[in-house]
């Protein structure tokens, strides 16, 4: 499996910003698609995970704020970010938990300045 994350950047407090994740290899609708992130001098937070077979999972810290979605027929999840806060900033990871393992694609940075 490989996960291919894009859609990062830098934007004003209360800004928006969409993050896409394209998944590759065997994927079922049950295995579950999920972003982390990692801010500055910190470990790594989930932020939001989503499968057919568990549903929907956000950390309090970005309820009502973030939205995750996903495309089963491109394999692809979304991440709609609205109302950023400077404490949103971090390396944004896509992971896919799988009966077969946990898989990272590569980080994309979200720069949140007040």
């Known amino acids: 499996v490989q996960l291919q994350a894009s859609g990062g950047g830098s934007v004003q407090a209360g800004g928006s910003l969409r993050l896409s994740c394209v998944a590759s290899g065997k994927i079922f609708s049950f295995d579950t698609l999920g972003w982390y992130r990692q801010p500055p001098g910190k470990q790594r937070e989930l932020v939001t995970t989503i499968s057919s077979s568990s549903g929907i999972r956000y950390a309090d810290s970005v309820k009502g704020r973030f939205t995750i979605s996903r495309d089963y027929s491109k394999n692809t999840v979304y991440l709609q970010m609205n109302s950023l806060k400077p404490e949103d900033t971090g390396v944004y990871s896509c992971?896919?938990?799988?009966?077969?393992?946990?898989?990272w694609g590569q980080g994309t940075l979200v720069t949140v300045s007040s």
């Open positions: 992971n896919a938990d799988t009966r077969n393992g946990a898989y």
